[in-house]
């Protein structure tokens, strides 16, 4: 008899695992309580491994087929000092709308079947891939905004930080342009969490939309808190996949790739009984380093120094560094 496996959550990891335990022979409940597909605070950005993963899942002619743009450059802006650097291999930008509605899609048509609450009957093994949960007081703390916008796209992934904050620009499909990003509380309340007047602060970056027009309300969420469970136990049977166990800083743009990479690994562990400490472990060292390094270049931000060492640095070396 098929391993039965639920999966808590249908995004990027919940998806990749319910795909990945059905390849291995499992039987596979998702459980999703929002409405999929809907927009998500989400820089879009997808590295050039991706795609790897995505043909792996069997969704490589599906993913072409929604015309993802394409970006072969980085440009980093500090306060009007640019870096610029050529990707290693070109990147994709694709919507979670349509990426979401991809991967859940083929879920199902594999014989995943879809509910909105858990149910009561036993399951072998359970994924969790419900995102993040964790909350923190009021204060300085850190919020996500995202938006898409009509207008001429370009095939750069564009960074414009300021202070510990960021917003990165980057085409998807449909000519659309993504721009999503991060600010502290502080700064969004000088802003009277007016987002369009934040980014109207920021010289470099109110130039770079100025030709851009809004398509849609700004969507907002926080407080994002950066952190992981690498190192805590794991309850017998459960994996932890995506957000849900490590949630990387997204001006990085690893953090798609990221949840496929664990969502695939925790549906095979799931299927074919790895123990969840020893998959855990696994994920450690496929993501922890990138990580890390991920938390000392946000640290990096507020002391001020994470510009100077990017100009000083190698851009290709910063874009693998970063990468898990």
Partial sequence: MPERVLVVGGGLAGSAAAIAAQAHGASVTIVEK??????KVCGEFLSPRTFEILRDLGVADAFHSCRPALMRRVVLNFAGREKRFALPAPAYGLSRYALDEL????????????????PQEVFGRT???????????????????????????????????????????????????????????????????????????????????????????WLRVGPVIFSNRFRESPAPGEYRAGDAL???????????????????????????????????????QVLGRSYGISGIIRWGLRKSWAPWAAQALSGRLLFAATRP
């Avoid at 929002?34 to 927009?39: A, D, E, I, Q």
């Avoid at 499909?173 to 920021?202: K, P, Y």
């Avoid at 990479?261 to 299927?271: I, R």
């Fill in 34 to 39: 929002s409405r999929l597909p809907r927009h």
């Fill in 103 to 118: 991967l859940l899609s083929h879920a199902r048509s594999l014989g995943a079947t879809l509910v909105s609450e858990r």
């Fill in 127 to 217: 994924v969790l891939a419900y995102g993040r949960t964790q909350s923190a007081p009021k204060g300085n703390r850190l919020f996500g905004f995202k938006a898409h916008f009509a207008g001429e796209a370009n095939d750069a992934v564009e960074l414009y930080f300021f202070g510990e904050g960021y917003v990165g620009v980057n085409p998807v499909e449909g000519g659309i342009t993504n721009v999503c990003g991060l600010a502290l509380e502080s700064v969004m309340r000088q802003h009277g969490f007016d987002t369009d007047t934040l980014i109207a602060s920021i010289p470099a970056l109110r130039e770079r939309v100025r030709p851009l027009t809004r398509q849609m309300d």
């Fill in 246 to 284: 490590s949630f990387v800083d997204p001006f990085t743009g690893s953090g798609m790739l990221g949840a496929l990479l664990s969502g695939q690994a925790a549906g095979l562990a799931a299927a074919t009984g790895q123990a969840p400490q020893s998959y855990q472990n696994a994920m450690r």
